[in-house]
């Protein structure tokens, strides 16, 4: 079991900024990704980001430059720095983590915390 505890959401304007951390506990191997997927009422959970424990990263495609995603291994921390925002990209972000090192992929998720651009 993998718990993921997820903060930094919230209201921000247009064209402002900012950043999600989730930290993970538990069963946690030495391979392993972290990342962050996002949703709107209506829509699929779509990638935002993620970082494997190696440094391999890979964006959505809408992120264009706008979003950083990085990590702490020590902490198995993920930290997701968001910049540029505009009103497309209201919706609840959840952290996402993965064992890569087992037989069958393992996939945990957080609570969720929302984030709102808006003026």
């Known amino acids: 079991q993998v718990d993921l505890v997820e903060s930094g959401g919230g209201l921000v304007q247009p064209g402002g900024s900012l950043r999600l951390s989730c930290k993970a506990s538990?069963?946690?191997?030495?391979?392993?990704?972290m990342g962050w997927y996002r949703q709107v009422p209506g829509k699929d959970r779509e990638l935002v980001a993620f970082?494997?424990?190696?440094?391999?990263?890979k964006y959505g495609d809408f992120v264009r430059g706008r979003f950083t995603i990085s990590r702490d291994n020590a902490k198995s921390t993920v930290y997701l720095q968001m910049d540029s925002l505009n009103p497309e990209d209201t919706a609840v972000y959840y952290c996402?983590?993965?064992?890569?090192?087992?037989?069958?992929?393992?996939?945990?998720w957080g609570q969720g915390t929302q984030v709102t651009v808006s003026s």
């Open positions: 996402h983590f993965q064992n890569l090192q087992l037989s069958v992929p393992d996939d945990h």
């Open positions: 538990g069963n946690i191997l030495s391979i392993n990704k």
């Open positions: 970082m494997t424990t190696t440094g391999f990263a």
